[in-house]
């Protein structure tokens, strides 16, 4: 992204939080307008003790003290307003990208690796949100800053007013590559830090096969040497930023010199009180501040700009198509019509010119070699994906439509494999009905065969870890189809639902459903003949 459509994309980005940014930029233009009164109070207040005019000391002294409240209100009130609009725009854009990742098109493997888009949504917004509700306000505080200050100095003595920015000035070019190189560096490290995050995720979700495998001692040196390469990336970063704030520095110290010797010499020859030398020296560290604070943010907002351009990427995800839900009730057939389908980038085609008729209340097992298309036939039913060629069509006595994300609703669907979530047992099944009650709850364990719940000292209050943890794989796998049954569904899409069970429950497992869900339609992907051979219809791929 060019910094042009960066820019533009923070803007829309600040939206619902731009009144706190400008209500933050005016209480910093408040806390300078304070600071200024201050410097004229400081000024008066010397030049009436060296002249002896101290009649109206008391009152200037009184100002004074008004003024120093002042700032201290204001800043308070700024560091409020910041903080409250910093942790409304981090809530808003990671529900706004959450909900787009969970809703996006799915083409048969992930955009981004799970590690890489946490990296993003947490850490990028971070960077994103303070830039915009601290660094924006902050910067345009110190350009506030620097023209009132600026403006002060100039009536007080033109020349001085000139000679100090003129000198930062100076050094601001010399450091004039500062802006492109960070940014560069910046990426580096941000792709270095999400490529950790996701080696340090994958591992620990994988421990146990790391450990059995005896290969944690790899995987601790991959760690280590993506360490390595963050701590020459920084340090490189830190160097360069040294550089060119040591250049600011002896601006800063070039242009309090010469503030000071002004003063000095002013004094000298008559043309300078004490006032004046002291309001000079305050008036420098006026206009220096705003240029240091400028370069204080210049590094978060050039991060910014490489955070919004990760974080639009996410946005850029295609999102499924969105309508009113089909529902064609509990007898729901579906129908291949000479589909053909190859994931993208993929050679190979898994479906050719298939045709097959699921017919409803059926009960058909899905077999085949390992890649043989079992499961991306279930993807198609599912619309994850779409046919290349040919079309999935659901249909009952009355009506036929193509699959999409609106019929969906027809489809109750267990995945293979663990796939709880940490919670309780209750938690996990409610996720399938969140208004179910225990009866139904107790219903679906039975046609489940996982009534062993009941016999847990927790019952339904039994705590799972991640992934179900705590549980063996097929008291999980039993789970995970309980919680499906609790859709309404007509077609019941079961992938490897006995791969965990032993002979006896599973031939339970398949007569419960068979007996009890009578009239939905329900295909088993298994190979296992003697699951196969307990429904009434086989297709080989």
């Known amino acids: 992204m060019r910094t042009a459509e960066c820019i533009r994309w923070l803007w829309k980005a600040s939206e619902g939080v731009r009144g706190h940014v400008a209500g933050s930029a005016l209480l910093g233009g408040l806390h ?33 003290v008004g003024c120093m409240l002042l700032q201290v209100i204001f800043a308070a009130a700024e560091q409020h307003v910041a903080s409250l609009s910093d942790v409304v ?16 098109r799915w083409n048969g493997k992930e955009a981004f690796h799970t590690g890489d888009t946490l990296n993003r949504v947490m850490e990028d917004v971070r960077v994103v949100a303070e830039a915009i509700t601290k660094s924006v306000p902050a910067a345009i505080t110190a350009g506030v800053q620097f023209i009132a200050a600026f403006a002060f100095l100039f009536m007080l003595e033109p020349g001085l007013a000139w000679a100090i920015p003129g000198i930062m000035l100076v050094m601001l070019i010399l450091s004039k590559s500062y802006v492109r190189r960070m940014r560069r560096l910046t990426k580096d490290i941000r792709t270095t830090e999400s490529g950790m995050q996701s080696l340090m995720q994958e591992s620990l979700q994988h421990r146990l096969v790391i450990h059995t495998l005896e290969r944690t001692p790899y995987v601790s040196d991959t760690l280590s040497g993506q360490q390595d390469d963050l701590k020459e990336q920084v340090m490189d970063k830190t160097g360069y930023s040294i550089f060119t704030r040591s250049l600011i520095q002896i601006g800063f110290s070039a242009g309090y010199a010469a503030a000071f010797l002004w003063g000095v010499f002013g004094i000298m020859s008559g043309t300078a009180t004490f006032g004046m030398m002291t309001a000079f020296l305050q008036l420098t560290g006026q206009i220096q501040r705003p240029i240091m604070n400028l370069s204080r943010q210049l590094p978060p907002l050039i991060n910014s700009m490489t955070s919004s351009e990760r974080l639009a990427e996410i946005e850029a995800q295609p999102s499924e198509v969105t309508g009113t839900p089909c529902n064609l009730g509990e007898s729901v057939g579906i129908r291949f019509e000479d589909v053909t389908y190859a994931y993208p980038d993929s050679r190979r085609t898994i479906i050719e010119r298939r045709t097959y008729d699921f017919k409803p209340g059926s009960t058909t097992a899905l077999i085949g070699e390992t890649g043989a298309g079992k499961s991306t036939m279930m993807r198609l039913m599912l619309a994850l994906l779409y046919p290349d060629k040919g079309k999935v069509i659901m249909y009952n006595d009355a009506t036929e439509v193509e699959a999409s994300p609106q019929t969906r609703c027809n489809i109750v669907y267990v995945p293979q494999g663990n796939t709880l979530m940490s919670g309780t047992i209750r938690e996990n099944l409610l996720l399938g009905d969140p208004s179910a009650s225990d009866s139904q709850l107790d219903e679906v364990l039975y046609l489940a065969a996982a009534d062993f719940v009941k016999d847990l000292p927790e019952g339904l209050d039994t705590l799972c870890g991640e992934r179900g943890s705590g549980l063996s794989e097929g008291q999980a796998q039993r789970i995970a189809i309980a919680r499906s049954l609790l859709r309404k569904g007509g077609i019941l899409l079961l992938d490897e639902p006995t791969s965990a069970l032993d002979t006896q429950t599973e031939e339970t497992l398949i007569q419960r459903l068979t007996s009890q869900l009578n009239g939905r339609t329900m295909i088993i992907v298994t190979h296992r003949e003697a699951t196969a051979a307990l429904c009434c219809n086989i297709l080989k791929l």
């Open 32 to 64: 300078v307008c304070a600071s200024m009164g201050f410097v004229w109070i400081c000024k008066q207040l010397i030049d009436r003790a060296t002249s002896g005019h101290g009649e109206d000391i008391l009152l200037y002294i009184i100002l004074m």
């Open 89 to 104: 725009l981090k809530n808003k854009l990671r529900h706004k990208l959450f909900t787009r990742l969970m809703e996006s």
